[in-house]
T-cell receptor, first 113, second 114 residues
Framework: KQEVTQIPAALSVPEGENLVLNCSFT??????LQWFRQDPGKGLTSLLL?????REQTSGRLNASLDKSSGRSTLYIAASQPGDSATYLC????????????FGKGTRLHILP | KAGVTQTPRYLIKTRGQQVTLSCSPI?????VSWYQQTPGQGLQFLFE???????NKGNFPGRFSGRQFSNSRSEMNVSTLELGDSALYLC?????????????FGPGTRLTVL
């Protein structure tokens, strides 16, 4: 059964720093991996989606990579800002009919002004 | 283009009651998925509907059910509510073009069971 892990669970960094969030998954049989951000009490906002055949995707200050063979993805945030403070979740779209999409428990990011 | 909408946003019920939540997907999206989010378990997949048919189902008891209408709007029903059903219920829609299924989420319905 697919498991998705995000480490660390929480992270605080000073404004302006570059940072990396990690996501690992146990089964490489995935269609894609998606990164989301969630603000407290709100829904999820899609940041980036990487197809299983792709290695990375970029959007503005965000860059996500995917290494299917090792079961890892990273989300790189450049020049962090206080507005980046949120919980970041990764989710894999599995080939298992019963699971469909498995989420990690997220990394709670706090950018210090 | 309007995003995914969910109603109601907040709901308070008592144990044993039932509840119906509604989700309207982005125009043109035919796939609607439902998720339960709790602090302890995180986000868990409930089920997915596509063209009015349940296509996938997560590991939840039969008290959780859903349906999808011809306009792709979806409803989720929970019967015989338990305290543990208190959660944020999120729905997501996608275009579902083959294996490209980027999910777009609504704001969620916060359900509190007393």
């Amino acid at each position: 059964k697919q498991e998705v892990t995000q480490i660390p669970a929480a992270l605080s960094v000073p404004e302006g720093e570059n940072l990396v969030l990690n996501c690992s998954f146990t089964d490489s049989a995935i269609y894609n991996l998606q990164w989301f951000r969630q603000d407290p009490g709100k829904g999820l906002t899609s940041l980036l989606l990487i197809q299983s055949s792709q290695r990375e995707q970029t959007s503005g200050r965000l860059n996500a990579s995917l290494d299917k063979s090792s079961g890892r993805s990273t989300l790189y945030i450049a020049a962090s800002q206080p507005g980046d403070s949120a919980t970041y979740l990764c989710a894999v779209s599995t080939m298992n009919r019963d699971d469909k999409i498995i989420f990690g428990k997220g990394t709670r990011l706090h950018i210090l002004p | 283009k309007a995003g995914v909408t969910q109603t109601p946003r907040y709901l308070i019920k008592t144990r044993g009651q039932q509840v119906t939540l509604s989700c309207s997907p982005i125009s043109g999206h035919r796939s609607v998925s439902w998720y339960q989010q709790t602090p302890g378990q995180g986000l868990q997949f409930l089920f997915e509907y596509f063209s009015e048919t349940q296509r996938n189902k997560g590991n939840f008891p039969g008290r959780f059910s859903g349906r999808q209408f011809s306009n792709s709007r979806s409803e989720m029903n929970v019967s015989t509510l338990e305290l543990g059903d208190s959660a944020l219920y999120l729905c997501a829609s996608s275009l579902d073009r083959g294996d490209y299924n980027e999910q777009f989420f609504g704001p969620g319905t916060r359900l509190t069971v007393l």
